[in-house]
């Protein structure tokens, strides 16, 4: 169940944002709180998105929902201090897909997270649509060998 | 991977709060966003962990630490409104255990929320000390009987 | 400068509401931060606010800008435990009106914030609609005599 | 009451830092939200601090209360998109200062901001210490003539 230890190599992830950590974030044993956490993969999820859809070239009309968000804590944020978040798409599915991140401060690993993401319409979930396939296919993570993120006899996400 | 129906049932957890909603966790799309579902969830927890050591009438000197926390969303909050968050023990393994959470508004099941704790000192994770064990024992949800939350032969979650 | 006493008395406000602390609005000293307690007196006039335009009936198409907002703090606020926030409208202008508001935890006055509000449109500021200027009127804090909230010769806020 | 004018002109300014905007800063209308605003002065106001506490070189024992805080909002602040936050010592009282600071998003001022801040003991308000005072004192902003910061006959804000 645990995340494999691969994910916590940045260098793997095609997309890289510095957040800045803030003063009110820091709880009362001085540490950044584990909400401010998963707000920061959020912040990096956000921009991944964004870069997603920059690449599809000018998709509209599809509307992404939020399905399941893991996040595995494994080393305490501290404030005053950036964190770097290193996020890519870990596996795509029919209507679904997976973003991997992990976190680092002061290059040490912080934690991972995955996320899997829904592309929803009025009717319900639907087939990705091409534009956003290929545009989520030039983000994947290109896991190690022994781990290869796409075997063929893969389950999907969904 | 996906968490059991019964999950949703929020009668077999035992603790329950309500949380309020607020204006500024709406989103642009004039729903709650992800992240303040999620510190719903984690200030249930932070009232279930109170209960915790209400418990252990007096236990001091356990440090608690935040693992893993997965969030799995089912239906969009909204604001003007609380939300009610069902919490319990759903496993206890020997330096950590499992809460087992569910969502509900206007008695709608919005998601559910798993989340592993670790207990800790300065020399790394250690055996639960047995009167926290003894409180989270208290404080278990009672999973129907084909899914057992715990029988005799289910991995502990560490 | 300083807020008038009279502005610590929660009897004088036409409108109540309770805002919950949460477990991460504390800091590392163990109180509330600051940030926390304005977002508490947002959530109270945005609750204010919302009760204005019932009270218009209908009024639609009329966008409010917040101009100036001012907290006093005047004691700390604690978690766990809830605040009582009372607000009203302080003073009436032409295109713009303030909303005082005073902020309880266990009977104990712990600030007062007054906020600067302006009907705006694409044009500007304009005159207050008068069916929002009837709603507002509604919600006037009656300010004792010595210190009367709308004297004859008092400046409006714009 | 409104600020001077000069209160935007960040090149008066002693300190200056950039801070992020974050995706759920955005509300329902597209911009970042009030209290979002606000966090972004309290952030600056957190690193003008440290620099204060730097600039005394070791002073400790010394508690710092937050006294009134006035926001005055005039731009709407967009995300994706950093904004400048200039910031500097406004007046020093007796035991309280005021601390000055201005917004900047795309070289576009979006507000002002003045805190009063008071030097703190179990015994309640004290006189400035006098390596807090010097600290202070190198990070005054520089008034313009017409409206000198410090005029002879000038009201300390205590």
């Known amino acids: 169940m645990k995340p494999p230890a691969w994910r916590q190599d940045r260098a793997l992830y095609p997309h890289s944002v510095r957040v800045q950590t803030r003063y009110h974030d820091e709880d009362r044993l001085g540490h950044v709180n584990n909400i401010a956490v998963a707000a920061y993969y959020d912040e990096a999820r956000s921009q991944l998105m964004r870069r997603t859809f920059e690449l599809t070239k000018g998709l509209t009309g599809v509307r992404i929902v939020t399905a399941d968000v893991r996040v595995s804590y494994m080393g305490e944020v501290f404030h005053p201090g950036d964190v770097?978040?290193?996020?890519?798409?870990?596996?795509?599915?029919?209507?679904?897909?997976?973003?991997?991140?992990?976190?680092?401060?002061?290059?040490?690993?912080?934690?991972?997270?995955?996320?899997?993401?829904?592309?929803?319409?009025?009717?319900?979930?639907?087939?990705?649509?091409?534009?956003?396939?290929?545009?989520?296919?030039?983000?994947?993570?290109?896991?190690?060998?022994?781990?290869?993120?796409?075997?063929?006899?893969?389950?999907?996400?969904?």
């Open 84 to 158: 770097e978040v290193a996020s890519g798409i870990l596996r795509i599915g029919n209507s679904s897909w997976e973003i991997g991140q992990t976190m680092f401060q002061n290059d040490r690993c912080v934690g991972v997270c995955s996320t899997v993401l829904v592309q929803a319409s009025a009717a319900g979930a639907g087939a990705i649509v091409p534009e956003l396939r290929a545009a989520l296919e030039q983000l994947l993570i290109v896991a190690p060998s022994p781990n290869p993120t796409r075997p063929p006899a893969s389950p999907a996400p969904d």
